[in-house]
């Protein structure tokens, strides 16, 4: 198992990934554009540096997604994301702006936040794909970093998060909001 940057040749793997690990609904073709828009092509488009595979025999296995900087993201999601996911419905872009405005209230202490694309059954990629990451973090000088995992639907990233050192901060509905100072 290697621990590499998101490339732009790791789209396909990275979409499925982000439809197979989403807590969210995916049925219909609307929930799958906006899941996609919003928790995978941003990351592709404008944070691959920021985002690390974890590739086994050639395949991306899992991902970590990760936005340094709340102030910056923000910006780049209102310009190019939301009005991309508002062509798709008012329910569907408002799950997707829910996630983005859950980070505003940590964004000071916490100034970056990661989506974890990890299965089920892999959580024990989740140590060297953070470790990895907050390395990178660590030398951009963000002093933390904050994740929302779905209680009742993701509960061994919840676990998962717990082991890294990751306090909770609060819960809105059936999403935690944890986070974990780097310095």
Known sequence: MTIRPLRPSDEAALRGLCLATTPLHRREQSERFVIWQAYGQYYLDCEAANCFVAEE???AAAALLCAPNYADYMRRFTERIYPKCRNYGYLASASARQYALLHKRLGGQ???????????ARQDLARPLFETLAA????LECRGVCAFP????????????????FGTLGKSSQILLMGKELF
């Open 110 to 120: 916490y100034p970056a936040h990661m989506h974890w694309l990890l299965p089920e």
């Open 57 to 59: 025999e050639g395949n």
């Open 136 to 139: 990178r973090l660590e030398a």
């Open 150 to 165: 779905h209680q009742r639907k993701q509960p061994a990233l919840c676990e998962t998060l717990s082991s890294l050192g």
